[in-house]
């Protein structure tokens, strides 16, 4: 999950399709994870939330799957908006050992009209 | 209610002077963080407050970086002598506890530009 490189990754999705945007994480040990989504000027913005104990977690129009025996994450968008279009980060912290947030890359979708 | 606030939102400065950025926390929130986020990158720790505890600066890349908060709620970040590569939007967030579950809430950010 550490943010590397200089070119986000990039997705284009029809207006009113589904996307999924994918995460993997770098510590095995976190435990906590959270999608946020960042539009142009702005600070990030927390979208949704997970825990290690659970593999999965729904939201409105937004779902976030945790796959930890391969240190992956992923956030799903249902019947994307124009709105929807930003960048995407996701983020892990261990919080038993109170760790600091690492963010990811980031990728940056794009809702096609 | 009011979101974390960031002043100013956008700083020029010439290579070589110091610059102050200030963050107004959400009212009530106990823990104030400090990122970094160059040019089409994700987000850098930079320094993070928790309560009366002592700051976690680990991620502050010189000594040229240092923040304090006072009072509990209101933060300054200061760049003293500040290069080129300084460059960069720094975002402060609040939560209303630290590191244990609650998300973070982020500000705009100041955009820096050192020229």
């Known amino acids: 999950g550490e943010s590397v490189g200089l070119h986000l990754p990039t997705l284009s999705v029809q207006e009113g399709d589904n996307s999924i945007i994918n995460c993997a994480y770098s510590?095995?040990?976190?435990?906590?994870f959270i999608w946020y989504k960042q539009e142009s000027g702005k600070g990030p913005q927390f979208i949704i939330d997970?825990?290690?104990?659970?593999d999965k977690r729904q939201g409105q129009r937004v779902t976030v799957l945790l796959n930890k025996t391969v240190k992956h994450l992923s956030l799903q968008i249902a019947a994307t908006q124009p709105g929807d279009s930003a960048v995407y980060f996701c983020?892990?912290?261990?919080?038993?050992?109170?760790?600091?947030?690492?963010f990811g890359q980031g990728t940056r979708l794009t809702i096609n009209p | 209610g009011a979101g974390v606030s960031q002043s100013p939102s956008n700083k020029v400065t010439e290579k070589g002077k110091d610059v102050e950025l200030r963050c107004d926390p959400i009212?009530?929130?106990?823990?104030l963080y400090w990122y970094r986020q160059s040019l089409g990158q994700g987000l850098e720790f930079l320094i993070y407050?928790?309560?009366?505890?002592?700051?976690?600066k680990s991620g502050l890349p010189s000594d040229r970086f240092s923040a304090e908060r006072t009072g509990g709620s209101v933060s300054t970040l200061t760049i003293q002598r500040t290069q080129q590569e300084d460059s960069a939007v720094y975002l402060c967030?609040?939560?209303?506890?630290?590191?244990?579950?609650?998300?973070?809430?982020f500000g705009n950010g100041t955009r820096l530009t050192v020229t």
């Open positions: 967030a609040s939560s209303l506890e630290g590191f244990s579950g609650s998300p973070l809430h």
């Open positions: 510590n095995s040990a976190s435990d906590y």
């Open positions: 997970i825990r290690s104990n659970m």
């Open positions: 983020a892990e912290t261990n919080l038993q050992g109170a760790q600091k947030l690492v």
């Open positions: 009212s009530g929130h106990t823990a």
């Open positions: 407050f928790q309560g009366n505890s002592a700051p976690d």
